[in-house]
């Protein structure tokens, strides 16, 4: 079936000629008709002023290809700052020579420049002429080019981009223009940008009711015009229809949208007159109801269920935040392969092309709009843990500007029926970093113990936290009324003082399950969940065994840039997934808690009581460890090694080299995982759960070669990428899981190497020159294809020092 996530993926990698919303293809901004600007560009990192000026000469300039992140490129080093990732930030600026032919300006036509995102505090120019600035680098951004355009003549886009307080944000955000751009022509009376919405009134399985409100950029004096609006099904028939700003249509027979079966229509309006249509304006639309209850949780399309949250930051590793679609679209669907069903876009707004993912493979989203209010919090702007924290960020803008963020936010991203709740902000509320309350002394409300120093009456008062975020979620609500309103509490003890949990519908718990129970019974309307949790088991098992708690968002889904730790340290490790999208131990583990199909998995690690440290290490250490067991069988003749399998199944056997393991499995109860204490001896690890799912593991050789394999799906993907995997095998073809080999890679034809990511946080190496280590014996390489137009194919090699080569040869056109 063709569903309508194919056409929104597509529309990510035209580089050339208008997309004409007659053909069905969406403009990202809901009007006109769009042609990607992404190719064309010239960067320089550097502050030079002079560069607004058109005749300035801009021909020594590097060649880029947006989305372009100038962070990722750059040197680490342990003097920048450890919330950055170790990547500094710096001043760009970006240059586009523009050729506009009279026809596209005719008949009060206009062109106006859209970009998805630039980080950040950026300012647009075209011919000398400042069109704008914008500081957040999250927002998407529209400017009107018309009134400074010369037709026939070359017109130039100039763009500075200032990311010289680098250390803004906790987490690496990536520099430059770092999402698409888009050149979009409209008629002079067009849709507004974002102004088709759509709200579901009612869904039977015999009916569906769909209002749909559009709006018209419309000069005064020429409001004669007629909108028809329709919904298309997945194969394009019209199922319904209607007229006018705002009508209410019927779907008979509907088809939901859900997670199991993430069905999507479409929305297309028609700006119709005189009887011809000069603008159209089309949306995704999925038929789907939401509802919060505070004593059964979340319901979607009537259904209660527990929502199996991850967080996640925009980068990818080596690619920084300019991450094309087929990797986003890769990740997400192996979270969603270890039982993940909803991600919370932390702690800012995402590249649309990730809510359009998440729209067609069915997965719910939390958005997000900022981790800072009107104050900043610490972050090292030097190293890690040394010295005084500083206070670069956001907050200098705020006052400004986040009125607009959160409306553009809203307005951009609803009509993604992926989309459940908007939060407002993330842990604005930390206790005395900077407001204060006299709660943190203790002693009332059920809590006993001094926070952060206790009541600091000379710092703000936490009562204004209360105050901004009734204005920020009534700016939610006036753009749209049909999802909840959230906010992750890191403080909720103080912020319970406060009027931050009631401006909000639905309140999120960072790591406080203890209050799940008491805060219940305390305020009995409260609709809570988890936004923000550890990945152990008793973090779960306070959702799963409380009806009322709907669900939690684990921090975090994918292993991300920044929030080091020291040096070298270029990120976390919290995530399920490695910085190269490899599923982790850890994200086994997950799996067998929240997957529905059969999981089995095994890991193992030396038995701590068979060396020094004895048995209380090896309790003190036991939850840890065995949630973070590789799947590895190389160890010495006879020595004691704990096998764990990670399965969803009642109990498992286990063999080695086809012989049972006489014993029982003990079972953890503080973490639900199985383990066997055996001697080790070579040969094949092999556990069948009572699930009748299995996993093995063979002893490996030295490394002997390496084994590349492209990504089918990515072979004939929208985007100009190729994600090929890079491994090295023993003799017989098996992984060999502690090998760290240097590889590099050249491509032959139409292609170039954007990086090799092997993900592992501690390298600090640079992995866009083509070489990089391997990490647990493999890598991915990621190839920019088309190229040279010239060029249909192109040949990737992969080389390493007494290791046999790999090739793989990938089409380019």
């Not at 995530?575 to 850890?586: E, Q, V």
């Amino acid at each position: 079936m063709k569903h309508f996530r194919v056409i929104a993926l597509l529309l990510l990698s035209l580089g050339c000629g208008y997309v004409a919303a007659q053909a069905g293809i969406p403009s990202p901004t809901s009007f006109g008709e769009a042609r990607s600007l992404n190719d064309g560009w010239r960067f320089l990192l550097a502050d030079d002023s002079a560069a607004i000026a058109p005749t300035y000469d801009d021909s020594q300039w590097q060649r880029v290809q947006l989305p372009h992140d100038w962070g990722v490129t750059q040197p680490m080093s342990p003097d920048c700052g450890s919330c950055q990732g170790y990547l500094p930030g710096g001043m760009g600026w970006y240059r586009r020579h523009l050729q506009v032919g009279a026809d596209e300006l005719s008949d009060g036509r206009r062109l106006y420049i859209y970009f998805e995102g630039v980080y950040n505090r950026s300012t647009v120019y075209v011919n000398g002429h400042r069109l704008g600035y914008r500081p957040s680098g999250f927002a998407s951004i529209l400017y009107d080019l018309t009134p400074h355009l010369r037709p026939g003549e070359d017109n130039v886009l100039a763009v500075s981009v200032d990311h010289t307080r680098q250390n803004d944000s906790r987490w690496y955000t990536g520099s430059g223009i770092n999402r698409p751009v888009w050149l979009v022509s409209a008629p002079k009376t067009h849709f507004t940008l974002w102004g088709t919405t759509w709200n579901v009134k009612s869904l039977t399985d015999k009916k569906a009711v769909v209002e749909i409100t559009t709006a018209l950029d419309v000069p005064a004096q020429e409001a004669a015009s007629t909108v028809v609006v329709e919904i298309l099904d997945a194969e394009g028939k019209v199922v319904a229809s209607g007229k006018g700003l705002t009508c209410r249509l019927t779907v008979n027979k509907p088809h939901a949208w859900s997670l199991k079966d993430p069905y999507l229509y479409r929305i297309r309006a028609r700006l119709m007159e005189r009887g011809a249509k000069v603008d159209e304006s089309v949306v995704p639309l999925g038929l789907r109801t939401l509802q919060f209850s505070p004593d059964k949780g979340f319901a979607l399309n009537g259904e209660w269920m527990k929502v199996k949250g991850v967080c996640l930051h925009d980068d990818a590793g080596v690619l920084g935040t300019a991450v094309p679609a087929d990797v986003w679209k890769t990740r997400l669907q192996t979270l969603k392969q270890i039982g993940v069903n909803a991600i919370r876009m932390s702690h800012n707004p995402h590249a649309p092309v990730v809510y359009s993912l998440c729209d067609s493979l069915g997965l719910l989203v939390m958005d997000e709009a900022s981790d800072e209010w009107e104050f900043p919090k610490r972050k090292w702007l030097k190293g890690w843990n040394k010295g005084t924290p500083g206070f670069e960020g956001t907050f200098d803008y705020f006052e400004e500007w986040i009125d607009r963020d959160v409306a553009d936010m809203v307005r951009r991203d609803r009509c993604h029926p992926s989309i459940f709740l908007w939060s407002i902000g993330n842990e604005v509320d930390y206790p005395n970093d900077p407001y204060s309350h006299p709660i943190l002394n203790g002693g009332t409300g059920g809590f006993t113990q001094p926070m952060y120093g206790g009541y600091k009456p000379n710092q703000p008062n936490a009562e204004r936290i209360g105050k901004i975020a009734q204005r920020l979620s009534r700016i939610v609500r006036e753009n749209d009324a049909s999802r909840a309103v959230t906010g992750a509490l890191a403080g909720v003890v103080m912020s319970n003082e406060t009027a931050y949990p009631e401006a909000v519908d639905v309140v999120g718990y960072n790591y406080t399950e203890s209050r799940y129970g008491e805060d219940h019974q305390r305020y009995p309307g409260r609709v809570i969940y988890g936004s923000e949790n550890r990945h152990d088991l008793p973090a779960w098992r306070a959702v799963r065994e409380n009806e009322h708690i709907f669900g939690q968002f684990l921090w975090t889904g994918i292993d991300y840039l920044g929030e080091s730790g020291a040096w070298p340290a270029r990120g976390s490790e919290a995530g399920l997934l490695d910085l190269a999208g490899n599923i982790k131990p850890l994200g086994h583990y997950r799996a067998a808690l929240w997957a529905e199909q059969p999981v089995c998995y095994i890991g193992t690690y030396p038995n701590a009581t068979s060396r020094r440290g004895g048995r209380r290490q090896n309790r003190q250490n036991r939850q840890w460890v065995s949630s973070y067991a590789p799947a590895v069988w190389n160890y010495e003749d006879g020595q004691s090694i704990r096998v764990v399998c990670y399965t969803n199944a009642p109990t498992a056997k286990l063999y080695l080299n086809d012989t049972p393991i006489a014993a029982e499995p003990t079972r953890d109860e503080n973490t639900e995982i199985l383990y066997w204490d055996i001697d080790y001896a070579p040969g094949t690890l092999r556990c069948v759960a009572s699930n009748d799912a299995t996993a093995s593991i063979a002893t490996c050789g030295r490394p002997y070669a390496l084994r590349a394999t492209a990504d089918k799906a990515s072979l004939s993907g929208p985007d100009d990428i190729v994600q090929v995997a890079v491994e090295v095998v023993d003799e017989e073809g098996n992984l060999v899981a502690l090998a760290d080999n240097e590889i590099t890679c050249y491509a032959e034809g139409g292609a170039r190497v954007l990086g090799l990511e092997n993900g592992d946080i501690r390298d600090t190496s640079d992995k866009t020159d083509s070489r990089c280590r391997l990490h647990g014996g493999r890598l991915v390489a990621y190839i920019a294809k088309g190229m040279r137009s010239e060029q249909t194919s192109a040949r990737l090699h992969f080389i390493s020092p007494l290791l046999k080569s790999a090739e793989v040869e990938i089409e380019t056109r």
